[in-house]
């Protein structure tokens, strides 16, 4: 609950500071820099999201996640889920941090199963997840409507 405000605010920070593609390492490279390379830099437009051949790595993550998807539904007691496997995979996810959250919402969901079972699980479980992300849906909707007026209106 801290390091998400903090990092974001200290990147701001830094960023207006002595601006985003001026800072060196870690906060360049996963801060703005990326995208500035990505969009900005005419060697490397054709780089992402795949370059030639790309064909076999699709057939290879479409194999991948039908095998997973027959497995998750053929057995119950099978752990992984073929929107895992994309989330975890996947170079944006890594990027943005999206498999983090989405790795402790899988290990809290798999100890509540095993110590209290699925009525543990759907009385207490779903209840909060549910109460946490409308938490903070009620905080991350007006932010991002008063960002973006800042951003074009500033103080």
């Known amino acids: 609950m801290i390091l998400a405000p903090t990092t974001m605010s200290g990147f701001l920070y830094a960023a207006y500071t002595w601006g985003a593609s001026r800072l060196p390492g870690t906060w360049g490279m996963y801060g703005c820099a990326g995208w500035y390379n990505r969009c900005a830099v005419p060697e490397r437009w054709n780089n992402m999201p795949g370059t030639d051949p790309w064909m076999p790595n699709v057939v290879g993550g479409f194999i991948m996640a039908g095998v997973l998807s027959v497995l998750h539904a053929r057995f119950m007691w099978f752990p992984f889920e073929p929107v895992g496997f994309i989330i975890g995979t996947s170079w944006t996810s890594w ?17 509540t199963i095993r110590v209290g079972g699925s009525k543990l699980y759907e ?21 991002t409507i008063i960002s973006k007026i800042r951003f074009f209106f500033p103080f």
């Not at 990027?95 to 100890?111: E, H, S």
């Open 95 to 111: 990027q943005a941090g999206y498999w983090l959250p989405c790795l402790v919402a899988w290990v809290l969901k798999t100890i």
């Open 123 to 143: 009385n207490f479980g779903l209840a909060l997840a549910t109460g946490f992300i409308a938490g903070y849906m009620l905080c991350i909707i007006p932010g």
